[in-house]
């Protein structure tokens, strides 16, 4: 049973912009924090931006200023609006339900110089 499917990534020069979606089954998004995470090839994931249920959120230092995260309750969507894309951003991006090991399958964003 499928419960987070990401969408979005993609390939983009530095200093553009893309958009990721991950959208969730109701039961699960509703009442959680959700997370997004990425990998680089060779590292670890870390988590790059959470939002609360009440919508406040938290950035990676590396993305402040940059990434946006927001979410649709009525969609049961979270967003990643990551803008000013540089080629370290490159990673497979997933997003998580907070306090649970739900995952989505992750979504590849590769960024060129």
């Known amino acids: 049973q499928v419960q987070l499917v990401e969408s979005g990534g993609g390939l983009v020069q530095a200093g553009g912009s893309l958009r990721l979606s991950c959208a969730a089954s109701r039961s699960i998004f509703i009442g959680n924090p959700m997370d997004w995470y990425r990998q680089a090839p060779g590292k670890q994931?870390?988590?790059?931006?959470?939002?609360?249920?009440a919508?406040?959120?938290?950035?990676?230092?590396?993305?402040?200023?940059?990434?946006?995260?927001?979410?649709?309750n009525a969609k049961n969507t979270v967003y990643l609006q990551m803008n000013s894309l540089k080629p370290e951003d490159k990673a497979v991006?997933?997003?998580k339900v907070q306090g649970t090991n739900i995952w989505g399958q992750g979504t590849q964003v590769t960024v060129s110089y």
């Open 45 to 53: 994931r870390e988590r790059v931006a959470t939002i609360t249920i």
């Open 55 to 72: 919508g406040s959120t938290n950035y990676a230092d590396s993305v402040k200023g940059r990434f946006t995260i927001s979410r649709d």
């Open 93 to 95: 991006y997933y997003c």
